[in-house]
């Protein structure tokens, strides 16, 4: 029987393959693990960064267009240029890059007796990578997931009919005309309005692809305003919503797509359909954190992020394994991740070294969403000390608040402000209001988005 | 310009190229003539990869003959070829007492076919074989020789053999014509195809859903072929592989199967639907019928994360659920292996058999070659590699540590040796059957430019004629910048 | 100058992440050329207002697109315009840059193409390449 294997570490032969030991290593040399590192090591570790590719920064690289680092560095950059600006950081440290290596697996001392090592006083994690320069294990007390998310594909969406070339994940397209001078095909259809969606739909046209529409299945566009005003109304780009791809046409090259109008549950309405003559699909149809590394390494995930269950200081269910970035929820700017990710760095350094306050937590506390909350951040609660609290909503509302309940009291309402899915929602919960969950007796905390016609 | 060969087998599919390497062990001339540009192209690669056990058929039919003998060959033939296969036993589920009775008449049919060890199990027995399966389910027809593989590793393994011991594939030779000259004649058959004309002694049929147009060409039997369509589901990795489940069978197919895969995916299989022959394409209502099937049988299957869905054409004679092996009555020196559907994975290693028999019956001289060698060894696959092994690789060349497909671990040369394997990998998908690199759940979106790089650079091309599959389906036009 | 009319247009500010839903009331001369900016509501900040007056004039975007490289480990470089140029010459500056070629290696902020069609802007490299 062919039991399911994470490329799983041979223990045999451990022996065999090279190690180097550091306190923090970081998994991905994005946007997320190198504010990771940079920020362990401005805490005094020695950091690792393990990146799949050639090159530190991530898919920032292909994404050439403007509109990074407004928040963090104040000025409008493109990815490439937000990138850089942590890539010449990174290299001015001593902070140790294994790039082209792909990490195969991570195993924790502590908590897996097959590995047949001693487990030691702190967990020590080991992970295997392998390079064109061999296998090779880096041990850490810390480990942070940095490995962002991958794009949903036709697949997982269940979009019918044949299947010939031109059908491209957004992403993909991408790569083809930002990275690797190809392009995809002349006349494209783009489905989901999405960010990369919409930034995709204004490099098609600057670059002599033709763009029939941007097809969204919600009565509303998924991405960030700007983009939409940037990417489609300057390019005079249609935008037709509550609409959606029902069927792929061609076998060997796309040659069309059939549309159809959806219903309010979003299920096709016959005789809408009309088909659109096209040689490429564009899939922007949302993006889901890569975590299979995470599983097989004992996380624990969320099933509404897909990203892992942490706590405030961003560590994951095994002690010593950090999350932070898209890995652990899809964000909406680069900047968030950022400022995320030096959370994580710095409390993973904070853990390797032995100087984080709490490392007995101070209470146990689980965080979950209601209302129109899709998901709240962190899923646990462990000491009483001020606490961001991420959340995205499932719907836009013009008028809604945010309410902090524990056993059925409401212990803080926010003002009422309009909330779109688009947007990636920070909420700063005062120590005070989990001391009294803390007081009522609750082991949960509820963050509700409530909107107010409703209430 | 006519090449002359003593055999033409007509179709790369698994039962044209399980015959290929049957017969590659005699000293003959043989040609694989393939219509597409790889193997298993047609009904070969949209199925669910069962080695079905052969209780289904009614007993005294071809297929029950060669149904259970093939799923019995199929350990020998997964040693010799080097191929993945888990025997790991299936269900048939049953819910309620008309089921159950429905089991013992599978099981009596079961018997009379050669099945081994097949028997009636209840619920707690069914929970300790897959504690997975429906606690709703009553009673199950226990079957421990039913299996499954990869069948497009099947069918290139079988071929690479066959290539391996002298035997010729032409692919992208779709069959025009055929001209019948005299009984006896050393080129009794020409076939006329685009890639340049084949003559030969005995012409064997083993074109799937063409199988009628070759027979007719060779003005032999005249029958039409159903297409009769099913959807499949194919579902991310799952932290231990499913046991085959299946339903109580309908008269026309199997029902919808949940089963495990060699990779350790999971797979729902199949619908069927007689459709416009050609039809290839997955629809809603199919999906959906899957998913739902499949929750009957495994409630806790997480059908959210669909890793692809497909859909093929079961090669069915019109007016039989039957097999047709043997000599035409009609041409002699033309041998059919034709109405190949369901179960054909299973039975391919039996049908290859039984085409030597036929053949060794008419009159055809088959000796055994000194040098034949039964064996193929299976190219390295990194990600089941033990740590040393993949050490070993990457010291070998560095490109077995450059990473391509992070899904499925494929690193470059990896990509590299499915190209260069004879036959190797023309195209992207070629690649994917061969070595899984754009198989896994993000389906190529990291790893598709850089696959049509190394198979631009191996095959001497502009990325610009890189195919994804068959003619036609180009994937990018040429570069964007740079030019004037 | 009877006939001038006056609109009432809605669209978002996008200097910075807020976004905010500007409600702009401007008087178009019988061509449709704007003749004031009456009024801009919605804004949380005084950038809102001159976005406004700006993009009812002469929107102004940053380009970003690619060049070709010889010479380097990438195919592609990464450029953009150092400041916004006038949207209506982004096509223009699409074909000029189309068949530009570059050597690598480059720095970020290396100068691709100074005086972009006359803005006054130059092209500008968004990434080291080797």
Redesign the interface.
């Known amino acids: 029987?062919?039991?399911?294997?994470s490329?799983a570490?041979?223990c045999?032969?451990?022996e065999?393959?090279q190690t180097q030991a550091f306190d923090v290593v970081v998994i991905g040399g994005g946007p997320a693990g190198m504010a990771a590192a940079l920020a362990a090591h401005n805490a005094g570790a020695h950091v690792a960064i393990v990146e799949?590719e050639?090159h530190l920064?991530g898919i920032l690289?292909q994404c050439?267009?403007?509109g990074f680092g407004?928040?963090h560095f104040k000025q409008?950059l493109?990815?490439?240029?937000y990138?850089?600006r942590f890539?010449d950081q990174v290299r001015a440290t001593d902070i140790a890059l294994f790039l082209?290596s792909?990490v195969?697996g991570i195993d924790s001392a502590e908590g897996d007796p097959g590995t047949g090592k001693t487990a030691g006083a702190t967990a020590v994690h080991t992970v295997?990578l392998?390079?064109?320069?061999?296998?090779l294990q880096l041990t850490g007390r810390a480990v942070v997931l940095a490995m962002g998310c991958?794009?949903r594909?036709?697949?997982?969406i269940?979009i019918?009919?044949?299947?010939?070339?031109?059908v491209f994940?957004a992403?993909?397209a991408q790569?083809?005309?930002?990275?690797?001078?190809?392009?995809?095909?002349?006349r494209a259809v783009i489905l989901g309005s999405g960010d990369i969606g919409l930034i995709m739909a204004r490099r098609c046209t600057?670059?002599?692809i033709s763009v029939e529409g941007v097809y969204e299945l919600m009565p509303y566009a998924n991405g960030?305003?700007?983009n939409v005003?940037?990417c489609l109304?300057?390019f005079g780009v249609p935008l037709h919503l509550s609409t959606t791809v029902?069927?792929v046409i061609g076998?060997?090259?796309l040659e069309a797509v059939e549309v159809s109008q959806v219903d309010e549950r979003l299920a096709p309405i016959p005789g809408t359909e009309r088909i659109i003559p096209c040689d490429t699909l564009l899939l922007s149809v949302g993006l889901i954190p890569e975590n299979?590394l995470s599983v097989a390494a004992g996380v624990e995930l969320d099933p509404r992020t897909r990203g892992a269950v942490v706590d405030q200081s961003l560590q994951t269910g095994v002690p010593g394994i950090f999350a932070c970035g898209n890995v652990l929820h899809v964000h909406d700017?680069a900047?968030n991740v950022t400022t995320e990710s030096e959370r994580a760095g710095a409390a993973a350094a904070a853990y390797a070294l032995g100087t984080g306050a709490g490392a007995v937590p101070d209470c146990e506390l689980t965080v979950s969403p209601a209302g129109i909350a899709g998901y709240a951040l962190p899923g646990r609660i462990t000491a009483v000390a001020l606490t961001k609290l991420n959340f995205r909503v499932r719907r836009p509302v013009d008028a809604a608040r945010v309410r902090i309940l524990a056993g059925g009291v409401e212990l803080f309402a926010g003002k009422v402000r309009p909330f779109k899915p688009s947007v990636m929602e920070s909420f700063p919960l005062p120590a005070k209001v989990i001391k009294q969950a803390l007081d009522l007796g609750a082991s949960k905390i509820v963050l509700s988005v409530d909107p107010i016609e409703e209430a | 310009m006519t090449e002359t060969f003593d055999i033409v087998i007509v179709g790369a599919g698994i039962t044209g190229c399980a015959i290929a390497r049957q017969l590659a062990r005699y000293d003959l001339s043989i040609c694989v003539v393939e219509a597409a540009n790889d193997i298993a192209l047609g009904a070969s690669k949209a199925n669910g990869g069962l080695v079905h056990a052969g209780y289904d058929p009614a007993p005294g039919t071809v297929k029950a003959q060669v149904n259970a003998r093939g799923c019995e060959l199929y350990g020998t033939w997964a040693q010799e070829l080097g191929f993945l296969f888990c025997r790991t036993g299936s269900m048939v589920l049953g819910f309620n007492d008309e089921d159950g009775a429905q089991l013992e008449q599978l099981r009596r049919n079961g018997l009379a076919n050669g099945v081994p060890e097949l028997s009636i199990v209840g619920p707690d027995r069914i929970h300790e074989l897959e504690p997975r399966a429906s606690a709703d389910a009553t009673c199950a027809l226990w079957c421990p020789s039913t299996g499954f593989v990869d069948p497009f590793e099947v069918a290139i393994a079988a071929l690479e053999n066959a290539v391996a011991n002298g035997v010729t594939f032409m692919r992208s030779a779709p069959v025009e014509a055929i001209e019948v000259a005299g009984s006896g004649d050393d080129g009794r058959f020409t076939l006329a195809t685009p890639a340049g004309n084949v003559r030969c002694r005995y012409l064997i049929n083993a074109a799937g859903n063409g199988a009628a147009d070759i027979s007719h060409m060779a003005s032999a039997e005249e029958f039409q072929m159903v297409w009769r369509q099913g959807n499949i589901v194919v579902l991310d990795k799952e932290p231990r592989t499913l046991m085959p489940l299946y339903p109580v069978p309908t008269p026309v197919s199997k029902g919808v199967i949940v089963t495990g895969t060699v990779h350790g995916n999971t797979v729902i299989t199949a619908t069927a639907a007689v459709r416009e022959p050609g039809d290839t394409q997955t629809y809603a209502s199919d999906v959906n019928a899957l998913l739902t099937g499949a929750r009957k049988l495994v409630p806790d299957l997480d059908t959210r994360h669909v890793v692809r869905a497909f859909a093929g054409g079961r090669p069915v004679i019109q007016g039989t659920n039957d097999f047709f092996i043997g000599q035409s009555a009609v041409v002699p020196g033309l041998f059919q292996a034709a109405g190949i559907q369901s179960p054909g994975v299973a039975s391919a290693p039996a049908i290859a058999e039984r085409m030597e028999l036929v053949m060794r019956e008419a009159g055809v001289e088959l000796h055994e070659r000194a040098d034949w060698n039964p064996i193929r060894r299976a190219p390295d696959d990194f990600d089941r590699a033990p740590l040393a092994r993949k050490e070993e690789l990457i010291e070998f060349n560095p490109a077995w540590g450059q990473i391509v497909c992070r899904c499925e671990t494929v690193p470059e040369a990896e990509i590299v040796a499915a190209i260069r394997r004879r036959p190797g990998a023309v195209s992207v998908e070629g690649v994917k059957r061969r070595c899984r690199a754009g198989m896994g759940r993000c389906q190529s979106g990291f790893c598709q430019s850089r696959v049509v790089a190394i198979l631009a650079r191996e095959l001497g091309c502009d990325p610009s004629e890189v195919l994804l599959e068959d003619t036609g389906s180009w994937l990018v036009e040429g570069p964007l910048k740079g030019v004037r | 100058m009877s006939t001038n009319v006056t609109e009432t247009l809605q669209f978002n500010c996008t200097t910075c992440p807020s976004e905010c839903l500007l409600t702009v009331e401007v008087e178009r001369d019988a061509n449709g050329a704007v003749v004031e900016v009456r009024s801009v509501t919605g804004n949380n900040c005084p950038r809102g207002d001159k976005f406004a007056h700006q993009e009812l004039t002469c929107p102004m975007r940053v380009l970003t697109t690619t060049v070709a490289v010889s010479g380097g480990d990438e195919a592609l470089l990464p450029v953009r315009t150092a400041e916004a140029i006038p949207l209506e010459l982004h096509a223009q500056a699409m074909a000029l840059i189309r068949g530009l070629v570059v050597n690598a290696p480059i720095r970020m902020g290396d100068v691709v193409l100074k005086d972009l069609l006359n803005t006054n802007i130059n092209l500008i490299a968004s990434m080291d390449i080797e």
């Open positions: 029987m062919a039991g399911f294997k490329s570490i041979d045999g032969v451990v065999a393959v799949r050639q920064g690289r050439i267009h403007p407004l928040s409008e493109t990815g490439p240029e990138a850089q890539i082209g792909m195969l295997t392998m390079s064109p320069a061999g296998m991958r794009e594909t036709r697949s997982e269940k019918p009919g044949s299947r010939p070339a031109g994940t992403g993909l790569r083809y005309i930002n990275i690797e001078n190809l392009k995809p095909g002349s600057l670059e002599g960030l305003r700007r005003k940037n109304d300057d029902t069927r076998h060997d090259r299979e700017l900047d």
